[in-house]
């Protein structure tokens, strides 16, 4: 049995118990058999737990021995006194995989430590490979599938495109903890990661076809070379983001204390990822950010941008990002000037950054007219390798009859038409509107809370693989 | 009569006109004067209108000369062509100020340079100001007062306290605009900067009592002799933050023909900023995550931070933040340690940053109360000069007879009670949830994007005067 095939399990299993079920449900149970089975997951779940005959109306195994079928993937949620028992019996069963959700192993006391041991030992011993423990587990939006003890909690994120193709490989539950605030393709949160650890989850993303985009949250890692070696096969074939945290010396001992992991000096790392080429990010929101961006950008050919905008400022910052980062501005075309310019009062001149505020308000044509043909004239223009736009989110000018109203279908109907990225910044957007919700069902195009970013997003999209702190 | 009188005259003006009041009424009007008549403002306001009788009801004047009472301030929104002699007319009539709305002036063509500097030698011969022109003008939150072509949208803030105490003094609408996403007490686009420039409203501001903290944005300045002079006598007093953009060559052009400023070497203005003490900034999103903090959070004596988390990825962050900017970890009491794990499990050990899910999760008591405890301990420690919490969004656990449903109020009724920074961070918030409106009607404590953003405004608060990239 190949490596990958067991790793696969974990995140495809074909048969699943959950060992220390619990008999209490409803919320604040914490239950992650019921969130399961509520979650729309497909397959049998079985529920282990000597003390119940049957839970949420279904019956209860007294051992991982008494289910009728081959256990792909065991889920341990017990006391720890019982966890290396349990564990032992699973692999005496031949289960491929097991989480270890319980807390209280190396992240703790002496103790703790022991008993992680002998975990490892089980695995080396028989095979059965072991996640955590101290993880939430794992979780496959594909299948609707979550190890997590929260609820998992569907999004309505389906009609925006390609949002799965982004997995994550984490040492922390906030990436696969099932909220529905930002969700990943697979994720899977390597806990203590006593056996499993980042390599082995690279190499099942490497191979598999549903991922696109590779993210790494990292606190420490034990086995450098390895790391290394397949990171080098990925990178080009998959982008690979890395956030490392447990930089500072309070950092790192937190680290070892949380999930007990040795954080190494930050130095190290930074070299590392510069010589593999993985981008290296710093906080959760960009994280986030970089994780929308590159599910929903096309690739990007030369690193020209264009920039369009309402407002003169954000053609400024814009200009300062695009600089910054290594790209350029793009020289617009004689003839989209020409096009653009047409409708505007005779003082104006227009250059990218094109600040179209002046069109709308004093030029000739309705307003969503004069954004029309910028935008399509921009997105036309062979000189311009992306875009970016900065976009007003106030409501009262976009709802019906609103004077942007227009805007925001042309902008939906024109990026789908065009194979170019569009980074998308709108200002005053405090809320995170509906709009944002609705832009980013659009194709080509993806919305960022600052130009920085959306600047940041397309030099990494362009190929650049520098540290971005 | 005093130069901040004249200045006071845009921002608390007793008589105002709108001269080329628009007809045009409803939504995509943009109708400054039914903007006004509409906001809330009380003080009577004159249209200027020759061609009409009546607007909105209201009696037209055909000029500002026809106005029977004295005008302190006149908004000015014409075809550039007649915009001088309005204004001389304005002067003739002893208007204090004059805000030009109109475009097409020094940041565009050789005719409108001409125009920009006529209106210069009017002021200066007059003595009345002018502010613009390219402006929004001004908007006065204490009066729900905007010159802004956008209406002035109400905004439901008045439960958070201290908001109004941040102003800004910006070369772009995005402030002064009347978007209700982020508003300023006071708020002030000086546009091209003909007459009136960020110097004379950092006068302004500096004896304006209802104004704490000073915002600029700044493309350009043509007078850092007088600007660093009064900015070195302020930032004492009042801390001084500027959002500088154009810092590329492309952005200064760019800024260039936007509001005709001239940029500069960036380097000259990091220098200016280091040693007047004014912290740099580079992100409008950071602008308004700084502001926010700033009027939210009361002062702090002492570098100690203290991390409250449900995540010990949080905490690993947090350290790392807390280490970057220059502040250091508290050294909790023994009495905090002492209270915090007694509902724990034997094999726990808390120490600061204080990750307490494995006593929610485990420990003896209710979920909210263990965090009340850790709150109300780490509030209460001399050792903590700030806090940083990190709590998760998630509503499911946060309703009515959710876990977490306690836990809100208990973070609302301590922090009124201890006169000590909470920079908040809510994980998995995606949406900007209603949980992060609520908090930040809370006393002592700001929601940030972040990590990095509260453990930064933390060590702005204590005094550090870094640039922050």
């Known amino acids: ?9 974990f995140l495809e299993p074909e048969s699943v118990a959950i060992i220390g079920a619990s008999r209490e449900t409803g919320e604040g149970g914490f239950n992650i058999y019921q969130n399961i089975v509520e979650s729309g997951y497909e397959k049998t779940v079985y529920p282990v737990n000597p003390k119940a005959n049957e839970i949420l109306g279904e019956k ?17 949620s017990t006391p720890r006194e019982v966890v290396v028992d349990l564990v032992k019996e699973c692999a005496e069963e031949n289960v491929k995989g097991v989480i270890v959700i319980t807390q209280g192993f190396s992240e703790s006391d002496e103790r703790g430590k022991i008993l992680e041991k002998e975990l490892v030992e089980v695995a080396e011993k028989s095979g059965t490979r072991i996640l955590g423990p101290n993880t939430l587990g794992v979780q496959n939006s594909y299948l609707s599938f979550s190890t997590s003890f929260f609820p998992y909690e569907d999004v309505d994120w389906d009609s925006i495109e390609g949002w799965r193709s982004v997995s994550i490989i984490s040492q922390t539950g906030l990436f696969t903890g099932g909220f529905p605030d ?3 393709g697979k994720a899977v949160d390597i806990g203590n990661g006593c056996d499993i650890n980042h390599v082995d989850f690279l190499e099942y993303f490497k191979q598999d076809p549903e991922t696109k985009q590779i993210f790494l949250h990292i606190e420490g890692l034990d086995n450098g070379k390895k790391f290394m070696k397949i990171a080098k096969d990925i990178v080009d074939k998959k982008p690979i983001f890395a956030l490392k945290s447990g930089r500072s010396k309070a950092g790192a001992d937190m680290a070892a204390s949380h999930t007990g992991s040795m954080s190494g000096q930050d130095q190290i790392y930074n070299g590392i990822f510069k010589q593999l080429g993985i981008v290296r990010i710093y906080e959760i929101d960009e994280l986030k950010i970089f994780a929308r961006g590159f599910s929903k950008l096309p690739n990007m ?3 020209k941008i264009g920039v369009l905008t309402d407002a003169g400022a954000a053609g400024v910052m814009s200009a300062d990002w695009i600089e910054e980062f290594g790209l350029e501005l793009a020289e617009l075309s004689k003839e989209t000037i020409e096009k653009i310019e047409s409708p505007a009062p005779d003082w104006m001149k227009v250059e990218n950054p094109v600040d179209i505020w002046p069109i709308m308000m004093l030029g000739k044509g309705e307003m969503h007219e004069v954004f029309h043909t910028a935008l399509r004239e921009m997105l036309g223009d ?15 000018f976009r709802v019906s009859g609103g004077p942007l109203c227009k805007c ?6 024109l990026t789908s038409k065009f194979e170019k990225p569009v980074a ?24 960022f809370d600052n130009l920085r970013n959306a600047a940041k997003t397309l030099a990494v999209l362009e190929g650049r693989k520098f540290n971005i702190g």
Do not use: C, Q
Request: proline share 4%.
């Open 1 to 9: 049995m190949e490596s990958t095939e067991k790793i696969e399990a």
């Open 60 to 76: 209860a195994y007294p051992s991982i021995k008494d289910i009728p079928v081959d256990v792909d993937l065991a889920v341990v």
């Open 182 to 184: 930002f969700r990943f």
């Open 301 to 303: 050919t030369g690193n």
């Open 382 to 396: 062979d000189s311009i390798s992306a875009l970016m736009l900065a976009f007003p989110s106030y409501e009262k």
């Open 408 to 413: 925001v279908s042309s902008l939906k109907s």
């Open 424 to 447: 998308v910044w709108l200002h005053n957007d405090g809320e995170k509107s509906k709009l944002r919700r609705e832009l980013m069902t659009g194709k080509n195009l993806a919305v």
